[in-house]
């Protein structure tokens, strides 16, 4: 297409769009127009007077021709000419970068691998490219993976880098190349970004300098066939022995109806496994993996496809995630306002687990109460707590059947403080006094619910009252909540099922906006009635509501063999969900927990007194201690736009474990203290999402003012920059009255008439 | 579920003697005490209400229960035990008395499992609803079989005079089960070694290797809610006699029955160490609340009882 415009109007497209066009007719228009009318005005009577057997109509269309014919010649007379500004030869720089990463060894279709194109390009021999550029412009190379540097042998070109950022590659390259002038950069690259960073940030300065990126996207677009693990989306931190639900997101191109096995390991020790069925072409599948977490302390979990056969890249098929296994009791309140079997089974299912320690505070008669499982005589030796202080020691909070109006106001501000502002975890039993019929509709707990209380059948004239069948919701079925322990959604649903009926209270049907429900219950037919099981986040905490009375059934009904643990699996995965992400008074985390070995760590702490509210004034100090068993110590800076945030980092040396021990103090006293854990090893993220990103190529381009190209069309690069380029320009006039296309167009048009009064037989 | 209610109490009872007075075909026969009443309290209930104490057909009943309940507490404090959980909504807490088969009778008034019943629980029941006002309890008396598949709804068993126990296989099975998921039996109101042989031979058939233990003073169930730092001897109503001519000069009345002059409180824990059994021995508490009324009852007696018998739910209900 580009062939034929060129022939016909004798320039390339290009040139039209960037040059001006303008008329650089000798002679006065008016004068012209005066030549015109002479020529026009005869032929035109002379049309009107021959009439022949020439009708109207003919007479018209001959006039037409005639006059289009005279309109061509007026035009050519006027002669047209483009005005280019082109930059000045060899005055200008032209910066080429070279990507340098391991995904340009990806070999593509064409069993090509994308750096071989840079190689013939670039390489020894020359090429026809090299050598149209090098007419034009002074060359600057350099070659960009993670960080980017100047290029002064194509051999120094490895392909090895670990990453890609394009945005520090351009940066880098305008900064070097500053005080010449720039015509452009011209960036080789299959686009493939991992940096992170947000990249119209490093578009910013090449915009204000007006120079334009020229992209080659090198690498297909589509890698076809290919098998991916996308994502892995797990906690962080877990604690010991919780069942985790993990989302994989596998990828795949070409192996529709196929079926794959996903395999997670813990240091060569198979966790868990599963098979995915690949539906739609290029379509990800979100696998729902099973696995628990066993022993304490850092774990580097691996999450494995095995490999497809004719697979374009292999090193996409296995993920690393690093997780922190904590071994801490979580210390959970349950507050009860009366005696209930809840409570005596609830304690039993959960006092095996060495990770949660609920304290029981349990109203027994007005005034009266019973602890049990207080560190120490003073621990809630005034009933509940009166101060936020005594509160959010805490990590999780559970009201029992307690109505509204044993609180104080200011309590039950704190209740909904502790989940808002402290992230703790609420838990809402079922009971004859929870609820709306506990007289909690209009209190302030009433607004950190996930459910609403004014449902129509607590407005009955006398208690309500209705047995439960439960079965899971399509959330339920694979939230760690709610897994009873099975290993996949048919099992979960088969569990809960089979589970004998729960009686509740509390009539609660409608989930506020945001809320999720995990159980319903109703009648064995219909048991989508009423809530179960729901929850929803509310500040920096979550709130769980369980409006049954006697899960305690679950335990002693005559169904329930002696061995059966589903009771006891049922609240210890409730209770350790219910703590799960609980932050504590110093929460530490690196930016990433991966990293490769000679990269710099970013460390973010947060720090909150005891009443969580944010520090900005502590000496935070965190201890690496690297895989050799080194420590070196670091103050963190308090982030001034961040109320209690600190921030430092540290450089990773050699592959490893690094562990970041946080100490937060001030005035001499200790605030709280955190670990987190970073693994310094090589990385394959390169070969993740590695087909060529054209979309960013194009985008750079088009922001920038520059051109995207492929090898396919890159041979007219330098000219394109010639025209389009910025730096020390002249401007050029090039006539257009010799396009051939206007000779067609005359020919076409003394054709046409003849033609037409041949066919009318008007000669 | 099958409930002796207390309007059918007399036939049940004279059932029960029949049975007990012909003790060797107590253990098999099929027309024991439990299966008997079975027959006797179910048939007269509404279909409804009967079905929702079985295991299986509780749905069924809540046709009824569904709307709400208009029934009064006045109404259902009265009614027959074997409606408890059918009138109105069910309680938390019911004092289950257990019907164990047994041997002998007591003073004619049927199997000893039946002593001081209903009185016995009734005023109990009264003074519970004062001392725990915050408990959600069914204000009557109650009595579940040791056999019944839904005897695991009654996390709480009151059992006495147990000298006099003779379980059959049936009962053994359910009381093991019971037990070991977490139920919790109180034993009270038996005297001296013969008894005590008796009832330790019975309850190692219930729970072999399990030993019974002494419960020292200072162990949880005598602080859960009373502080109570001394164990006594609780008379029988007997004492009222003595105590009426000796000016409430107790030191001269005897307390003791038979050879059992130490009262002693011992346990039984499951494998985990948590308490499941609570042995009273040598002591009446049944008596002493159901005289807390009589003037010539000793008030030192039933406050202790009252005390031990409040401490016995709570620590039922939380440990």
Partial sequence: MDTIFEFLFKYRLLLFQEGDFTFASPWPVLLVLGGVAVVTLPALLTYRAARGASSRWDRGVMAALRLGLVAILVFILFRPTLILTSVVPQRNFVGILIDDSQSMRITDQDGVARSDFVQATFGSEGSELLTALEEKFTLRFFRFSRDASRLNDMADLSYSGTATNLGNAMVRAQEELAGVPISGLVVFSDGADNSGEVLAESLLPLQAAGIPVYTVGLGEEELTPDVQISRVEMPRTVLAGTSLVVDVIVSHRGYSGRTVQLVVEDTGLLLASEDVTFERDGEPVVVRVRIQAQDAGPRLLRFRVSIQPGERVTENNVRDVLVNVVSDAEKILYFEGEPRWEVKFLRRAVSEDENLQVVLLQRTAEGKFLRLDVDNAEELAAGFPKTREELFRYRALILGSVEASFFTHDQLDMIADFVSRRGGGLLFLGGRNAFAEGGYQGTRLAEVLPVFLDDELSSGVGPYFDELFITPTRAGLTHPATQLGADNSEAVVERWEALPSVTTLNPITRLKPGATSLLTGGTEEDRERQVVLAFHRYGRGKVVVLPIQDSWIWQMHADIPLEDQTHETFWRQLLRWLTDGVPEQVGAQTERELVEPGQPVNILVEVGDSAYAAVNNANVVAVVRDPSGDSMTITLEWDVEQDGQYGGRFLTTSPGLYEVSILASRGGDTIGTAVTYVEAAPSADEYFDASMRGTTLRRIADQTGGLFYTPENVATLAEDISFTGAGVTLTEERDLWDMPILLFLVLGLMAGEWGYRRKRSLI | ?319
């Fill in chain 2, 1 to 319: 579920m099958r409930v002796l209610p207390s309007s059918v109490g007399a036939a049940a009872g004279a059932i029960a003697l029949i049975v007990l007075l012909g003790s060797p075909p107590a253990r098999t026969d099929a027309t024991t005490p439990s299966d008997a009443t079975n027959t006797e309290s179910s048939a007269p209930l509404p279909k409804a209400q009967a079905r929702f104490l079985s295991s299986t057909g509780v749905s069924e009943a809540l046709g009824a229960l569904r709307a709400p309940i208009e029934a009064g507490v006045g109404a259902e404090s009265r009614a027959d035990a074997a409606q408890i959980l059918t009138i109105g909504i069910p309680h938390e807490f019911y004092f289950s008395r257990v019907a164990y088969s047994g041997f002998g009778g007591f003073y004619g008034r049927g199997g000893s499992w039946r002593t001081d019943y209903p009185r016995a629980d009734e005023i109990f029941l009264s003074f519970i609803d004062r001392l725990l006002p915050n408990l959600d309890a069914y204000l009557s008396e109650f009595v579940v079989f040791l056999d019944d598949p839904d005897l695991r709804r009654f996390p709480f068993l009151y059992a006495l005079e147990v000298g006099r126990m003779a379980l059959r296989p049936a009962e053994i099975e359910g009381l093991r089960g019971y037990l070991l998921q977490g139920g919790f039996l109180v034993i009270d109101d038996f005297w001296g070694t013969r008894e005590w042989a008796n009832f330790e031979y019975e309850i190692q058939q219930v729970l072999p290797g399990y030993e019974i233990e002494d419960l020292p003073i200072d162990h949880n169930i005598f602080t859960t809610f009373y502080e109570i730092d001394e164990v006594i001897q609780v008379p029988n109503i007997g004492i009222r006699n003595c105590t009426a001519f000796s000016q409430a000069d107790l030191s001269r009345c005897p307390t003791w029955e038979r050879d059992g002059f130490i009262p002693m409180v011992k346990g039984i824990h499951d494998e985990k160490g948590r308490l499941m059994v609570i042995i009273n021995w040598n002591t009446d508490l049944g008596d002493a609340w159901e005289w807390a009324d009589d003037p010539y009852y000793p008030f030192v007696y039933s406050k202790y009882a009252y005390e031990m018998g409040v401490n016995f739910i709570v620590y039922a209900m939380s440990h």
